[in-house]
């Protein structure tokens, strides 16, 4: 029996549900072009394409408008074939099934086993816009000026921090998000402003308020 053409895709996503990951990128060259792709994970609410590992988004490092986002399984994208062949400019042929599989395998062969800390610049503003998308906020908060108390909760349950929030804090301030990991009812805040940005230290100190009423 043959190995599934993306079977990177399922090791890939059982790491970053080991690390907490919701959201991981990787590189792809395709016809001269450059694509950063999100890895996003489908979380316990909304629908899932059956079969589908995760949503997987292409960013044309070229051209911002130049998009596309597909579900993807073990075996291949769940597209239509011809909005496959377009967007990636797969070439027609009697045997397709045999040029899908070509361009599936040579795809294949830059899914990441595992989730990586470092990441390119592109990769990382591309994951930071969508985090903070889902997190209902600005694509270009990306100042981190303190903590808080996580509102909500109930039945006398503290809330906790989303997995977005969580996912950006470690992207953009590593240090913090390693010291704070367990204060889960802490959120991370950010601003688009500069000025507005503290250092590690200075929300550490400020935050030993919030630390002691939990």
Same mark, same amino acid.
């Given at each position: 029996?043959?190995?599934?053409?993306?079977?990177?895709?399922?090791?890939?996503?059982?790491?970053?549900?080991?690390?907490? =990951?919701?959201?991981?990128?990787?590189?792809? !060259?395709? /016809?001269?072009?450059?694509?950063?792709? &999100?890895?996003?994970?489908? *979380? $316990?609410?909304?629908?899932?394409?059956?079969?589908?590992?995760?949503?997987?988004?292409?960013?044309?490092?070229?051209?911002?408008?130049?998009?596309?986002?597909?579900?993807?399984?073990?075996?291949?994208?769940?597209?239509?074939?011809?909005?496959?062949?377009?967007?990636?400019?797969?070439?027609?042929?009697?045997?397709?099934?045999?040029?899908?599989?070509?361009?599936?395998?040579?795809?294949?062969?830059?899914?990441?086993? =595992?989730?990586?800390?470092?990441?390119?610049? !592109?990769? /990382?503003?591309?994951?930071?816009?969508? &985090?903070?998308?889902?997190? *209902? $906020?600005?694509?270009?908060?990306?100042?981190?000026?303190?903590?808080?108390?996580?509102?909500?909760?109930?039945?006398?349950?503290?809330?906790?921090?989303?997995?977005?929030?969580?996912?950006?804090?470690?992207?953009?301030?590593?240090?913090?998000?390693?010291?704070?990991?367990?204060?889960?009812?802490?959120?991370?805040?950010?601003?688009?402003?500069?000025?507005?940005?503290?250092?590690?230290?200075?929300?550490?100190?400020?935050?030993?308020?919030?630390?002691?009423?939990?």
């Amino acid at each position: 029996m043959r190995s599934p053409l993306l079977g990177n895709l399922e090791k890939l996503k059982r790491d970053m549900e080991k690390k907490g =990951r919701c959201v991981d990128s990787f590189l792809f !060259e395709h /016809r001269k072009r450059t694509y950063v792709v &999100l890895v996003k994970l489908y *979380g $316990e609410s909304g629908s899932r394409p059956e079969q589908a590992l995760a949503e997987l988004e292409f960013l044309n490092t070229a051209n911002a408008r130049d998009r596309l986002s597909v579900p993807a399984s073990r075996w291949q994208f769940i597209i239509d074939a011809r909005e496959l062949r377009t967007y990636f400019g797969i070439d027609y042929e009697e045997n397709l099934g045999e040029a899908f599989r070509r361009f599936y395998d040579y795809f294949g062969g830059f899914v990441p086993l =595992r989730a990586a800390a470092k990441k390119s610049a !592109e990769e /990382r503003e591309a994951m930071v816009a969508w &985090l903070s998308r889902q997190d *209902g $906020e600005e694509a270009d908060r990306v100042y981190c000026c303190g903590v808080r108390k996580t509102p909500g909760g109930q039945n006398g349950i503290p809330a906790e921090r989303s997995l977005f929030n969580d996912n950006k804090a470690r992207l953009l301030r590593p240090r913090l998000h390693k010291l704070l990991k367990t204060e889960r009812r802490l959120s991370f805040c950010f601003s688009n402003d500069p000025a507005d940005e503290r250092t590690d230290d200075d929300i550490l100190k400020k935050g030993r308020g919030f630390l002691s009423e939990l």
